[in-house]
T-cell receptor
Framework: DAKTTQPNSMESNEEEPVHLPCNHSTISGTDYIHWYRQLPSQGPEYVIHGLTSNVNNRMASLAIAEDRKSSTLILHRATLRDAAVYYCILSQINNDMRFGAGTRLTVKP | ETGVTQTPRHLVMGMTNKKSLKCEQHLGHNAMYWYKQSAKKPLELMFVYNFKEQTENNSVPSRFSPECPNSSHLFLHLHTLQPEDSALYLC???????????FGPGTRLLVL
């Protein structure tokens, strides 16, 4: 299985952008990059996913390196409600996704 | 989010009890999953069902027994658990394997 590496924790100030990095140097051509987050006392929730091109949705943006060996989840204006553990996961068709330890994001007011 | 529901939300049980966790998804998905999340540990995938058939069992002890009677319902039957089994048990579903997963709120289990 392709693995991902994320920092254990990051801090951000409220209303500032946050860039959450993820390394996946052994990614294969068919691996999708998924991001989930888990707020305190809740189950994980889907944030965004992509294959090769950068992606935007109402929650975040996903920037994928040209060689696809890394990606960055971008929260354009962090709020206190964005404090969560963010997971970067690779998945292939017909293979289940495996969650790692993720990055714990702290947002300071 | 009401797409995936889990009951009960909290459960306390003794080591000799038998209990069941229930998960229901209203999203028309074909795949369902059980995860275990212990304190300060990553999510551990326990079981995967695709079209009601179990496709994965990640070396889970037999005291955990899953059941998937149809593609909308998933159960986890618990029997003679140990205190170390205390954790948050999460259910998820996806349209197909490896597609976006939608999680329920979880059942927080305490084994005394």
């Amino acid at each position: 299985d392709a693995k991902t590496t994320q920092p254990n924790s990051m801090e951000s100030n409220e209303e500032e952008p946050v860039h959450l990095p993820c390394n996946h140097s052994t990614i294969s051509g068919t691996d999708y990059i998924h991001w989930y987050r888990q707020l305190p006392s809740q189950g994980p929730e889907y944030v965004i996913h992509g294959l090769t091109s950068n992606v935007n949705n109402r929650m975040a943006s996903l920037a994928i390196a040209e060689d696809r060996k890394s990606s960055t989840l971008i929260l354009h204006r962090a709020t206190l409600r964005d404090a969560a553990v963010y997971y970067c996961i690779l998945s292939q068709i017909n293979n289940d996704m495996r969650f790692g330890a993720g990055t714990r994001l702290t947002v300071k007011p | 989010e009401t797409g995936v529901t889990q009951t009960p939300r909290h459960l306390v049980m003794g080591m000799t009890n038998k209990k069941s966790l229930k998960c229901e998804q209203h999203l028309g998905h074909n795949a369902m999953y059980w995860y275990k999340q212990s304190a300060k540990k990553p999510l551990e995938l326990m079981f995967v069902y695709n079209f009601k058939e179990q496709t994965e069992n990640n070396s889970v002890p037999s005291r955990f027994s899953p059941e998937c009677p149809n593609s909308s319902h998933l159960f986890l039957h618990l029997h003679t658990l140990q205190p170390e089994d205390s954790a948050l048990y999460l259910c998820a579903s996806s349209q197909d394997i490896a597609e976006t997963q939608y999680f329920g709120p979880g059942t927080r289990l305490l084994v005394l």
